[in-house]
């Protein structure tokens, strides 16, 4: 800025069009990040389990027994794909299964054909909040007998 162009009002625009060009930056932001949420949505909602799924659970159980563990986390999706946003998990009320959508729903299904039957018990847990919002859902294997 030059003693020319120096004056209150000149001040004035220049704040205003820094300020408008700041709210226009953030509206691609939001309008990117919005795209962005939408396919991996979509994504999760077409996602299938692999064919080496069994193999693959049993890879991180196999993991956990050796890391002294009583259970072992088997899948991680995000608490918004769910019908209640997780509301069911973190208030355990109702039954959560019926709040699972997509790949959820699928890999739950798998744990009742293939994995419930094998004694395994399956426990869906909160496992990172943002500012205090559920954020993430983890479904963990569990195989030690409960007491009674």
């Known amino acids: 800025m030059d003693s020319n162009d120096f004056?209150?009002?000149?001040?004035?625009?220049?704040?205003?069009?820094?300020?408008?060009?700041?709210?226009?930056?953030?509206?691609?932001?939001?309008?990117?990040?919005?795209?962005?949420?939408?396919?991996?949505?979509?994504?999760?909602?077409?996602?299938?389990?692999?064919?080496?799924?069994?193999?693959?659970?049993?890879?991180m159980v196999e993991r956990a027994i050796r890391n002294g563990q009583k259970e072992a986390q088997v899948f991680?999706?995000?608490?918004?794909?769910?019908?209640?946003?997780?509301?069911?998990?973190?208030?355990?009320?109702?039954?959560?299964?019926?709040?699972?959508?997509g790949a959820a729903s699928r890999a739950y299904a798998f744990f009742e054909k293939e994995l419930a039957p094998r004694g395994f018990v399956l426990r869906p847990r909160i496992v990172t909040y943002k500012e205090g919002i559920p954020g993430d859902v983890g479904f963990f294997l569990a195989w030690e007998e409960l007491p009674k």
Request: hydrophobic share 40%; charged share 25%; proline share 4%.
């Open 7 to 59: 004056s209150a009002a000149g001040i004035r625009a220049r704040l205003q069009k820094a300020r408008e060009a700041k709210l226009v930056a953030e509206e691609a932001q939001r309008t990117a990040h919005a795209a962005e949420q939408t396919a991996l949505r979509e994504a999760f909602e077409a996602q299938q389990l692999p064919p080496d799924a069994m193999a693959r659970v049993i890879a």
């Open 76 to 101: 991680q999706f995000p608490s918004d794909f769910m019908k209640d946003d997780g509301r069911s998990i973190t208030s355990q009320y109702g039954d959560w299964t019926q709040q699972l959508t």
